[in-house]
């Protein structure tokens, strides 16, 4: 079961990627038509600033409810059972209040149903969890609460959802590491494990067809898998961690075993996702390799100063803005698949369904717009699909 129309997420997308192919001149204005008649949204569509205030508002007015009623009962609340049993009931109540204005309004991430889900999910996930001992360990909340997450990205496909279950994942992992005798050891190679085994799910499976639905929080998990692999393998977190385990703390962190071993990944990692960013040809990878690299050389400088923090900024911006002038002039011609032009998320290429395609094909009267066929290769958008 999924709380949006299918159908319409699908469409779209689909008019999302007919508008680009507009705007670069490849489809004139009756295959345009024609195509928004064949693929109709029926989605309430708002302005981003206008989401926003929704969201906000929305959030300020159901809390305002979710703290009149308990004030109004607070002398029944008193009763710790109750007040988890309360916190169910009103997550339900607000579910179906946001299934009921998806339904009717027809919002799709429009401010006021992100609001409505993510108040939902967070009062039953903290309602599980309040129903448990006080004794437990911190990872056996959130091992109680990451189902509800998991369920409510089922359901939603909501993007808070998921950073969320992603967030509370790590959480269960860290702590539950750390409880361990000698935990804190393997903690990074753990992280590191985790997130590549993430990502490279995640990858495998984000132009599925089947899971278009999911396709963004597909997408977000890789940002975030990439982002928990750097964080993991980084020196600075690693000696952290080690300080925080030891029980009588000197001044300053000491030295950890093999930092070597942890200094050369600080490095490395950024390096090999440059490598294989270069090799695929993946935004993602290299805008993450460039920030890993700015966080190797912030933690090196951190232990190892040369300069003053003024003229290390000074001298790394001047670096940078010459880079960045070098690499546009260098790619104004197109260079083994690289270009300065703005990337249209790959505006010749269409993962969809053969039977879409050949809908698509005769609405527009062609084979693919201005000639070019439809279908094969990755579908761009912002993911780790995204070629240059």
């Known amino acids: 079961m999924k709380a949006y129309n299918e159908t319409w997420v699908r469409n779209k997308r689909i008019l999302e990627q007919a508008t680009r192919w507009e705007r670069q001149g490849l489809l004139d204005a009756s295959q345009m038509a024609g195509i928004r008649e064949r693929f109709p949204v029926g989605f309430h569509d708002a302005n981003g600033f206008i989401e926003i205030g929704l969201f906000i508002f929305t959030v300020v007015a159901v809390s305002g409810s979710y703290f009149l009623l308990a004030t109004l009962l607070s002398a029944l609340l008193e009763k710790t059972i109750l007040y988890h049993l309360f916190n169910l009931t009103f997550g339900l109540a607000v579910g179906l209040l946001a299934n009921r204005l998806i339904t009717t309004r027809r919002f799709y991430r429009s401010g006021v149903d992100n ?9 039953i996930a903290a309602g599980l969890a309040g129903l448990l001992p006080d004794s437990l360990p911190t990872w056996a909340y959130c091992l109680a609460m990451l189902p509800v997450l998991l369920l409510g990205v089922a359901y939603y496909a909501d ?3 998921t950073l969320a279950a992603y967030g509370t994942l790590v959480t269960t992992l860290v702590d539950l590491l750390l409880d361990v005798p000698g935990g804190h050891h393997f903690l990074p190679f753990v992280g590191m494990a985790l997130a590549t085994g993430l990502y490279m799910l995640a990858r495998r499976y984000e132009n599925d067809e089947r899971l278009l639905y999911w396709k963004d929080n597909i997408i ?10 750097l964080i993991s393998c980084n020196y600075f977190i690693v000696r952290q961690i080690y300080f925080w385990r030891m029980e009588n703390r000197p001044p300053e962190p000491p030295e950890i075993p093999a930092a070597w071993l942890y200094w050369a990944l600080t490095f490395l990692v950024p390096l090999l996702l440059f490598y294989i960013g270069i090799r695929q040809k993946e935004r ?8 890993g690299w700015g966080i190797a050389l912030t933690t090196w400088r951190y232990y190892h100063a040369l300069l003053s923090t003024e003229a290390y900024l000074t001298l790394n911006g001047l670096i940078l803005m010459a880079l960045a002038i070098a690499l546009i002039r260098y790619l104004r011609r197109p260079q083994n698949g690289f270009t300065d032009r703005p990337d249209e998320d790959s505006p010749k290429q269409f993962l969809i369904d053969p039977e879409t395609m050949a809908t698509i094909q005769a609405t527009t009267g062609r084979p693919g717009p201005k000639g070019m066929p439809f279908g094969g290769g990755d579908f761009g958008g912002g993911g780790s699909g995204d070629r240059y």
């Open 115 to 123: 609001a409505l889900i993510l108040v939902t999910v967070a009062l």
């Open 159 to 161: 993007l808070l959802l």
């Open 284 to 291: 993602p990878l290299l805008i993450m390799s460039a920030i």
């Open 220 to 229: 977000l998990s890789e940002w975030l898998s990439i982002s928990l692999l």
